[in-house]
């Protein structure tokens, strides 16, 4: 049970605690955050609503624990980091089971998430022992006064306390992503977990506590984003922000100082299908890539734009395959099941609204039930509709029908976004050359777009993100260059 025998320390009454100094704790506000059960629509848990001081102290004490972090060897670091993933994994029901009530994710994706970024914790441990050691040695040459006699060395250190903000959808594998590699590569980190997930997040962070990472290396602390989100990403004791949410990391850029920023954003992922695709392969892969966790995943599907020569056949074969999902709550494990907020419902509903004004053909009637959306496909979707453009983050999802790749291509580029596509075609030539047009930072061909696996580089352009991510970028982004230079006296041969 979630905040029971091994988690009981991280609660108090029925409101979860916060993380500073190694130490659980209330907060002196007396004020807490609801987390309200989607499905339900009742509030589930309650979170300290931290002030700006507790955030001063988490931030203070997570810059003194890293000075000896720093200094502690490879094999240590990656040692507690094994440990922290072994205890995360023992502990996958009880979190798995707060991701369930928090976010409504269904119950087996839930567990998959808890023991994924368990796994991620130890390849990162594993791929920081490699890289981390490794510098460089470097000889000057025909620089003006210099013959040969500077000689440079350089190696990697950490950059300092950084500030992970992860998204609702993976609360869990996208604050590891950020914690693993910022520890192994000898920084601290500062967690604001999202308010949706956040109790699934205290959980996971109590299992690197009992893992006896040193205190104050890791703090928590919980809060509205709109409260306490500018005073910490604005805050002079952060060193670096990782970042993964919608159009709230591009004005936390525009306010954040000078600290690097690992920015993962929002997207339009676009699936464009051919005449010569495999129309069973590509109509199993816009399911699964529009409607897994009912389409709140960053790299869902969330455009297709397929040749009006095979549209009709491939809107019969995905129909076929939508008629077959399951709706209903997540601990039925249905594939459908309550979009995260009402607000988020809200907004998918203006969506659906306004292509049915612009008279888009409904391939299913349009059904509502509190945060639960049954999944939909709009067919004959046109560039004035906002579907056409916007990111539901639901289960809904747009065709347009195109006469020519490149009008495909023209579509997909002229979005602001620019996380992934994929392409659905059985000429490689094709398959590379789309790939080559696409401005995206990944495309994938004849398979979804998706993040994973965790060490695949992984980054967004244009609205979609500033650096890349996967395990090892995500280690070096995390570290800063350190250049020692030894000089030499000019030599005193002559040439001949
Ligand atoms: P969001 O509303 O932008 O929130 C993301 C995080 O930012 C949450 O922890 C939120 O806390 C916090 N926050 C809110 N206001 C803040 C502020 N002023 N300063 C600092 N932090 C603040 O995004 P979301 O609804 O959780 O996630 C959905 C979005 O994430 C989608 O657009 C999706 O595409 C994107 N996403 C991208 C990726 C990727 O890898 N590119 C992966 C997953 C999701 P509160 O919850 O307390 O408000």
Redesign the pocket.
């Known amino acids: 049970m979630a905040g029971s025998g091994t988690f009981s320390e991280i609660i108090d009454g029925d409101v979860y605690k916060y993380y500073v100094d190694g130490q659980w704790k209330k907060s002196s506000s007396g004020k807490s955050?609801p987390i309200i059960n989607p499905t339900t629509r009742n509030t589930h848990y309650k979170v300290q609503a931290c002030t700006q001081e507790e955030v001063n102290n988490v931030i203070d004490s997570a810059k003194k624990a890293q000075k000896l972090w720093a200094k502690t060897p490879l094999w240590k670091r990656a040692e507690l980091l094994h440990k922290a993933a072994a205890i995360l994994k023992e502990n996958k029901a009880p979190i798995a089971e707060c991701l369930v009530k928090e976010i409504a994710k269904p119950a087996k994706d839930s567990v998959t998430e808890v023991v994924r970024s368990g796994d991620l914790i130890s390849y990162c441990a594993e791929e920081g022992v490699r890289i981390l050691g490794e510098g460089k040695f470097l000889v000057s040459d025909s620089f003006p006064g210099n013959d040969r006699t500077k000689y440079c060395l350089t190696s990697k250190i950490p950059i300092g306390v950084v500030l992970a903000?992860?998204?609702?959808?993976?609360?869990v594998n996208?604050a590891i992503s950020k914690i693993a590699p910022a520890l192994i590569a000898g920084n601290s980190i500062v967690l604001?977990?999202?308010?949706?997930?956040?109790v699934a997040a205290l959980h996971m962070v109590h299992c690197f506590h009992l893992a006896g990472f040193p205190k104050g290396l890791i703090g928590c602390v919980?809060?509205?984003?709109?409260?306490?989100?500018?005073f910490?990403?604005m805050h002079p004791g952060v060193n670096c922000i990782s970042?993964?949410?919608?159009?709230?990391?591009i004005?936390?850029s525009r306010?954040a100082g000078m600290v690097p920023l690992q920015?993962?954003?929002?997207?339009k992922d676009a699936c464009i299908v051919l005449e010569d695709a495999d129309l069973d392969l590509a109509a199993a892969n816009i399911v699964k890539g529009g409607f897994s966790y009912s389409g709140?995943?960053?790299?869902?599907v969330k455009v297709v734009l397929v040749m009006e020569k095979v549209a009709s056949s491939l809107v019969k074969k995905v129909n076929e395959k939508v008629a077959k999902l399951t709706v209903g709550p997540p601990e039925d494990d249905c594939d459908i099941t309550p979009v995260?907020t009402e607000s988020?419902a809200n907004f998918i509903e203006g969506l659906v609204m306004d292509a049915k004004e612009k008279k888009a053909t409904f391939c299913q009637e349009y059904k509502r039930k509190g945060n639960l959306i049954w999944p939909l496909l709009l067919d004959n979707v046109r560039p004035d509709m906002r579907i056409a453009w916007e990111?539901p983050?639901g289960p809904v999802l747009p065709v347009i029908r195109i006469n020519s790749v490149e009008e495909g291509i023209h579509h997909c580029n002229a979005s602001n976004f620019g996380?992934q596509g994929c392409v659905f075609t059985s000429d490689i030539n094709k398959a590379i050359m789309i790939s080559d047009a696409m401005e995206t930072g990944t495309v994938q061909i004849n398979s979804a777009p998706a993040?994973g696996p965790d060490h695949f580089p992984?980054q967004?352009i244009k609205d979609?993100?500033i650096g890349s991510?996967g395990i090892t970028n995500s280690i070096h982004m995390m570290t800063k260059v350190k250049t020692t230079v030894i000089n030499l006296p000019a030599p005193s041969y002559t040439m001949g």
């Open positions: 955050v903000i992860p998204p609702f959808n993976y609360p996208l604001k977990p999202p308010t949706q997930g956040a919980t809060g509205k984003g709109s409260e306490i989100g500018d910490l990403t970042f993964t949410g919608g159009d709230t990391g004005s936390i306010k920015m993962e954003l929002g997207g709140q995943r960053c790299t869902a995260v988020s990111e983050f996380l993040r992984f967004g979609s993100g991510q």
